[in-house]
């Protein structure tokens, strides 16, 4: 059973686990595989597709790289740190892009030995509890380093008792998800917002906010929001285009998409055929676009048409083979 990432194994699993790409196999020697070897060889390509690396949009590149500028800053600054902010509407991509930078952070302290030893955390992960008071959220700190939080403990205590083990740890990357659940209208939820900022000064680590349409949810209103807008930067997932400028991305998307799901009769960027189809029915989406075609990628590995079968799900005609040319009438 995979283990959350909100948890310091769960996430510690998720960046150890490795999956390697499937070897490209032909019809003919799928099915001369034993049934056995022939059901791991599609349970193998169903995991990969789904579990495998993210794609790395442009989008993608500029977040990392603005999280790697700050984290370098922050090296030289005792307090008044920055951070970033990753906002955008449900399904974009937010959580996937802040973990799997956030991992990919984590890898390379491991490549070079910075994250070897017991006691090092050079990643934090962990997500804003709806209704959020200052106890809840270092409540969620404590369960992802696996401290008892006592129930006499104040809100101070649990506090120096976070910082302090974050500190210990050389934690250097904080991942805050759910950050659009902190308003700051609500009394409670300023004083959450208060806990983070204060846990930011005294422990190293730079912050990455994510969040749901954050410059509305009310975390950035008032005198605490513009605190925070001061120092954090602000990046915005967006939707693909697929008129303009933006067409060009979204094709490159669809190939990069097609080209993990492993399907051994998918013709190379046959996929483009449905462009359009596919960024209306999905808005230009990442998270609708990867989850319809993954369900379509899984259900004709199942069923062994080994293919993207669009033209029934569009109702349009099929492609005429690539060796064939149609017959005028």
Same mark, same amino acid.
């Given at each position: 059973m995979?283990?959350?990432?909100s948890?310091?194994e769960?996430w510690s699993?998720?960046? =150890?686990?490795?999956?390697?790409?499937?070897?490209?196999?032909?019809?003919?020697?799928?099915e001369?595989?034993s049934?056995?070897?022939?059901?791991?060889?599609r349970?193998?390509r169903?995991?990969?597709?789904?579990?495998g690396p993210?794609?790395?949009?442009?989008?993608?590149?500029?977040?990392?790289?603005?999280?790697?500028?700050?984290?370098?800053?922050?090296?030289y600054?005792?307090?008044g740190?920055?951070?970033v902010?990753?906002?955008g509407?449900?399904?974009?991509?937010k959580t996937?892009?802040?973990?799997?930078i956030?991992?990919?952070?984590?890898?390379?302290?491991?490549?070079?030995?910075?994250?070897?030893?017991?006691?090092?955390? $050079?990643v934090?992960?962990? =997500?804003? $509890?709806p209704?959020?008071t200052?106890?809840l959220?270092l409540?969620?700190?404590a369960?992802f380093?696996?401290?008892?939080?006592?129930?006499h403990?104040?809100?101070?205590e649990?506090m120096?008792?976070?910082a302090?083990?974050?500190?210990a740890?050389?934690?250097?990357?904080i991942?805050?998800?759910?950050?659009h659940?902190?308003?700051?209208k609500?009394?409670?939820m300023g004083?959450?917002?208060?806990?983070?900022?204060?846990?930011?000064?005294?422990?190293?680590?730079?912050?990455?906010?994510?969040g749901v349409?954050v410059?509305a949810?009310g975390?950035?209103d008032?005198t605490?929001?513009?605190?925070?807008?001061?120092?954090?930067?602000?990046?915005?997932?967006?939707?693909?285009?697929n008129?303009?400028?933006?067409?060009?991305?979204?094709?490159d998307l669809?190939?990069?998409?097609?080209n993990?799901?492993?399907?051994i009769?998918?013709?190379p960027?046959a996929i483009?055929?449905?462009a359009?189809?596919l960024?209306a029915?999905?808005?230009?989406?990442?998270?609708?676009?990867?989850g319809?075609?993954?369900m379509?990628a899984?259900e004709a590995i199942?069923?062994g048409?080994?293919?993207?079968?669009?033209d029934?799900?569009f109702?349009?005609? $099929?492609a005429?083979a690539?060796?064939?040319?149609p017959?005028?009438?």
């Amino acid at each position: 059973m995979t283990q959350a990432i909100s948890t310091r194994e769960g996430w510690s699993a998720f960046v =150890s686990e490795t999956l390697d790409k499937p070897l490209p196999i032909t019809r003919a020697e799928l099915e001369a595989l034993s049934p056995g070897d022939r059901a791991m060889n599609r349970e193998a390509r169903k995991q990969f597709m789904i579990r495998g690396p993210v794609v790395n949009t442009a989008q993608f590149a500029a977040i990392e790289k603005e999280i790697l500028r700050r984290l370098m800053l922050n090296q030289y600054k005792s307090h008044g740190k920055l951070g970033v902010i990753v906002s955008g509407e449900p399904n974009i991509g937010k959580t996937t892009t802040v973990s799997h930078i956030a991992r990919r952070f984590e890898r390379r302290r491991r490549d070079i030995g910075r994250a070897s030893g017991g006691n090092s955390i $050079p990643v934090i992960y962990v =997500s804003v $509890p709806p209704s959020c008071t200052p106890k809840l959220m270092l409540g969620e700190f404590a369960h992802f380093l696996g401290l008892p939080v006592r129930a006499h403990y104040n809100t101070g205590e649990l506090m120096n008792t976070v910082a302090s083990v974050i500190a210990a740890c050389g934690t250097e990357l904080i991942i805050v998800d759910e950050i659009h659940n902190i308003n700051q209208k609500y009394k409670q939820m300023g004083e959450a917002s208060d806990t983070l900022k204060q846990l930011s000064e005294k422990c190293p680590g730079t912050f990455v906010y994510a969040g749901v349409d954050v410059e509305a949810s009310g975390l950035l209103d008032g005198t605490r929001g513009r605190q925070i807008s001061s120092r954090f930067d602000i990046l915005n997932l967006h939707k693909f285009e697929n008129t303009g400028r933006g067409k060009a991305g979204w094709a490159d998307l669809l190939v990069a998409v097609e080209n993990s799901l492993g399907l051994i009769d998918q013709h190379p960027e046959a996929i483009l055929r449905h462009a359009s189809h596919l960024h209306a029915a999905t808005g230009g989406v990442i998270g609708d676009l990867t989850g319809m075609v993954h369900m379509l990628a899984m259900e004709a590995i199942d069923n062994g048409t080994e293919r993207l079968d669009l033209d029934t799900v569009f109702g349009t005609v $099929p492609a005429a083979a690539p060796d064939k040319v149609p017959v005028a009438t």
